[in-house]
């Protein structure tokens, strides 16, 4: 059973930085390596949406909206994933949270962290 602690969160003004951290936990350093890696956001009254992926092979993915502005990264060794987050906006306030993913015999199996507040104001 693979756990997920986020960590880096807190309250920022429009343009400033946060870097938000992921811990696994449960697992092996080469089994985690195997998981796909992402960063989903959630803000009040909407659905959960994808922020950005990184593949096993550290093939990144980012919606739209953050393209150019925030950067995922991982660390096999420490098992930990991050998300850079440049130029904050407004709209970037949502409770952030970290996913880990593995397909198993056909099934993809999700995990995912408490989430961390991320609150941009000024």
């Known amino acids: 059973q693979v756990q997920l602690v986020e960590s880096g969160g807190g309250l920022v003004q429009p343009g400033g930085s946060l870097r938000l951290s992921c811990t696994a936990s449960?697992?092996?350093?080469?089994?985690?390596?195997?998981?796909?890696m992402g960063w989903y956001r959630q803000a009040p009254g909407t659905q959960r949406e994808l922020v950005a992926t990184?593949?096993?092979?550290?093939?990144?993915n980012y919606a739209d909206s953050v393209k150019g502005r925030f950067t995922i990264s991982r660390d096999n060794d420490k098992k930990m994933v991050y998300l850079q987050m440049n130029g904050l906006e407004f709209e970037d306030t949502a409770v952030y949270y970290c996913?880990?993913?593995?397909?198993?015999?056909?099934?993809?199996?999700?995990?995912w962290g408490q989430g961390t507040q991320v609150t941009v104001s000024s």
């Open positions: 996913n880990a993913a593995i397909t198993v015999f056909s099934k993809r199996v999700d995990y």
């Open positions: 449960g697992i092996s350093g080469s089994a985690f390596s195997v998981y796909a």
């Open positions: 990184i593949t096993s092979g550290s093939r990144t």
